[in-house]
């Protein structure tokens, strides 16, 4: 009997570890390359240090410097201005998802030229846009001469090479959102579409009270993506403007690696990294929030 109760116990302890066995070797890859890395950034941030040699402790002297940094404001100011128009993305992808979703001849065709853009890189993606935009080559200027007018250097210019970037980034984050639509779609249940016909419910309002609640999933999704993809966004400024002209489409990511890597300046790199991951892990808070609402 007293065996019996034993194999009981050491069963009941299996179930228990097995989580922990399948989640072991995970946690150890995530503790090594990210919160190790994470806390490491931010004891860096306190520190004088040009990446070679003792670091020398400074304390805050770092964010002091930060805070009175012009070109960190501007870096600021053009993450809010990547964050307000990058939101156009889930509008648009959502548009585009359910013009997707209409069972027409030749659909298949057109969804794949709608895909396009996810699955091609970011930096294919800028060295494309680096030629639309090219004043005496490119597809925009050809446009611009055609109704008689003169090509913009749209990425020479410091008041439009923001905007030239960020109409970049729309592309492919368009795409993504539009996908995450799509799969939302085939889990809209036809019962109250058919419902909210006959009682005789307008497109508009089909739209409003009917499908959208039950996407309410894929717009959380969508937005926080959208959201986290505009604060962190780098790889279109690295390729199309190296955050010029003149640092005007700098943005907090590329600010980092610039004064970490280019300067000689760890310790400050750090701090703006810090000042950014504070700021994404707002963001990512509420989407956890809403998500843990959305399972209860």
Known sequence: MASKKHEYQLLELQYKLAPVYFLAPALILFSIFVIYPIFQTIWISFHEWSGFGPLKWVGI???????????????????ILWLLFMMLAPVIGLTIALFLNQQIRGMKLIKSLFFFPFVINLVVVGLVFSWFYN????????????????PIPVLADENLATFGVIFAGLWPQTAYCMILYITGLTSVSPTLIEA????????????FHVILPQLRPATIIALTVTVIGAL??????????????WGSSYVLAYHMYDEALFNFKMGYGASIAVVLFLIMTVFIYFFLKNIIKEEK
């Open 61 to 79: 002297e770092n964010y002091k410097t930060l805070f009175s940094d012009s070109r960190f404001y501007m870096s600021l100011k053009n993450n």
């Open 135 to 150: 004043p005496d080559l490119g597809l925009l200027a050809e446009l611009f001469k055609l109704v008689g007018l003169k």
């Open 196 to 207: 909210g016909r006959i009682d005789g419910a307008s497109g508009r309002q089909m739209l």
């Open 232 to 245: 962190r966004s780098f790889d279109l400024i690295a390729i199309m403007t190296a955050g010029g002209p």
